[in-house]
């Protein structure tokens, strides 16, 4: 399949996990592929994988300042988007008497203020037609405990793609969300946790999930793929919770 031939694609937070999988993906089916991420040594690796004329511009997720040079850098080279997958965020789990401002400010700027900034400065250069895909999580739903701020982070992401979609519809420009369950991604071990409270933390999550496993990056990246793709033209504003059940407990 090559649903993405001639099509540009942006993928913030590309240089690792759900965002290099979805990427590669996109890649793949003929697209264009735009990754952003903070760690230059990763964002030249990832963009090795995803052909010649990728481009990998390292940007900070919860800057407004880096938001908009990203749309400046774009526009100057006169870069229109079919597609933008607003992949990039942070989970710091802690329980409600450890949790302080700095870890309030930096979820709620990377999961929340950045990505909607990023869409404002982006909206200039859709393309009729073009797709948003949020990446939220199903922690917005369950009540997981340690995951509070976090979960409303994810919350309110999840919220504007109504609110969004509604604004930027009459641009032609539909918006939807992906909400992954436990994934085997490199974000696990980012949560401050020892291996031994890492692996208990994991085993405790599997045994919750119906399905009996984690989840893979190619699973949601089929996801996200869909809802950019034309196939989904009657999805709008909607979220596809990909959990392998564990929700519905």
Request: glycine share 10%; hydrophobic share 45%; charged share 15%.
């Amino acid at each position: 399949m090559n649903r993405f031939e001639g099509k540009t694609v942006l993928v913030t937070g590309g240089n690792s996990g759900i965002g290099l999988t979805t990427a590669q993906a996109f890649a793949a089916e003929g697209a264009r592929v735009v990754i952003t991420g903070r760690d230059e040594a990763s964002l030249a690796a990832a963009r090795a994988t995803l052909g010649a004329d990728a481009l990998a511009i390292r940007n900070d997720a919860g800057s407004i300042a880096a938001a908009r040079d990203l749309a400046r850098q774009l526009g100057a080279q006169d870069i229109k988007l079919d597609a933008l997958f607003i992949n990039a965020g942070i989970a710091r789990f802690a329980p409600l008497s450890d949790i302080e401002e700095t870890l309030w400010d930096q979820t709620f700027n990377t999961n929340v203020k950045g990505p909607f900034f990023q869409i404002q400065t982006l909206t200039p250069l859709f393309n009729q037609g073009a797709s948003i895909v949020l990446n939220g999580s199903i922690n917005a739903h369950i009540g997981m405990p340690a995951s509070s701020v976090y979960a409303a982070s994810k919350a309110a992401l999840i919220s504007l793609a109504k609110t969004l979609s509604a604004e930027l519809l009459p641009r032609g420009v539909r918006v939807n969300v992906v909400s992954p369950g436990p994934v085997s991604t490199p974000i696990y071990g980012k949560l401050g946790l020892d291996d031994e409270t890492l692996a208990n933390t994991a085993a405790q999550i599997k045994s919750q999930i119906p399905l009996g496993r984690f989840g893979t990056p190619n699973e949601i990246a089929a996801t996200v793929l869909h809802l950019a793709s034309s196939e989904s033209g009657f999805i709008v504003g909607t979220e596809i919770v990909i959990d392998g059940g564990m929700s519905q407990l």
